[in-house]
């Protein structure tokens, strides 16, 4: 089983910046793409960035420019780094693994529990 532990969240002032970590656990398996999702109150959770094994990136559209996702394949780890921040993006922020098991074709999906982000104005 493999688990995911996320780091760096908090709370900054519009304007700041804030690098997220997520890394994960447990062996046995090679990782996919891995992405960070968010969910503000009431809303969905939607995806804010993506990354992939050759480490093509997909952002949303509200966060390009502004965020970084990058990827450390040796420390299966995976960054968020926020720049810019604004109120609009005060959210729980969830990292998602998508992996496949060591010498089988089946593939599984892991979620972290979740990292506050406030932004204050």
């Known amino acids: 089983q493999v688990q995911l532990v996320e780091s760096g969240g908090g709370l900054v002032q519009a304007g700041g910046s804030l690098r997220l970590s997520c890394a994960a656990s447990?062996?046995?398996?090679?990782?996919?793409?891995m992405a960070w999702y968010r969910q503000a109150p009431g809303k969905q959770r939607d995806l804010v960035a993506s990354i992939s094994r050759d480490e093509s990136t997909n952002y949303a559209e509200s966060v390009k420019g502004r965020f970084s996702i990058s990827r450390d394949n040796a420390k299966n780890t995976v960054y968020l780094q926020m720049n810019s921040l604004s109120p609009e993006d005060t959210a729980v922020y969830y990292c998602k693994l998508d992996a496949r098991r060591l010498y089988s074709v089946t593939t599984f999906t892991s979620w972290g529990q979740g990292t506050q982000v406030t932004v204050s104005s």
């Open positions: 447990g062996s046995a398996y090679i990782i996919n793409t």
